[in-house]
């Protein structure tokens, strides 16, 4: 995941990503405006990142603990045409469509447990999409061989 530390304090812990997670998904502009400023030190600004934020980055991970998250996320109240808008914008910018893939699934077990998730149609459709385009390239290098 292009993990550049791991902090740990007792039961607190902080991954520390330089540039960007999964080797392509990047901190966006619009991450920036939404963070919220936290600290100002001589030669650092802390920021941290928005829920709607926080709620995109852990629908790329496999842990139980980030599903759980997720969940509470919601729970307190998400802007979810933020986090989709984001999901667009982060496919764009990486040219990594295969994503949408990895996200739906995630949202669809988070459904099973009993989330609501509002733009889960318009995350179907990037979807569908997705393979669609997939199936369309398949079938053209099979024509031509």
């Not at 941290?48 to 980055?57: A, G, K, M």
Request: aromatic share 8%; net charge negative; with cysteine.
């Amino acid at each position: 995941m292009n993990l550049s530390q791991i902090l740990v304090r007792d039961d607190f812990r902080i991954d520390a990503f330089h540039q960007t997670v999964c080797k392509k998904f990047s901190l966006s502009e619009g991450m920036r405006k939404r963070a919220k400023k936290l600290l100002t030190l001589p030669h650092l600004d802390l920021y941290l990142c928005s829920n709607e934020d926080i709620f995109v980055f852990k629908t790329f991970t496999e842990r139980e603990g980030d599903l759980q998250d997720c969940i509470s996320l919601a729970q307190r109240g998400l802007d979810w045409n933020s986090i989709i808008d984001e999901i667009q914008a982060q496919i764009h910018h990486s040219g990594e469509d295969v994503w949408i893939t990895w996200i739906g699934e995630r949202l669809d077990i988070l459904m099973e447990k009993g989330l609501n998730i509002p733009i889960i149609d318009q995350i179907d459709k990037l979807r569908d999409t997705y393979f669609e385009e997939l199936e369309r390239t398949f079938a053209e290098k099979k024509k031509e061989v």
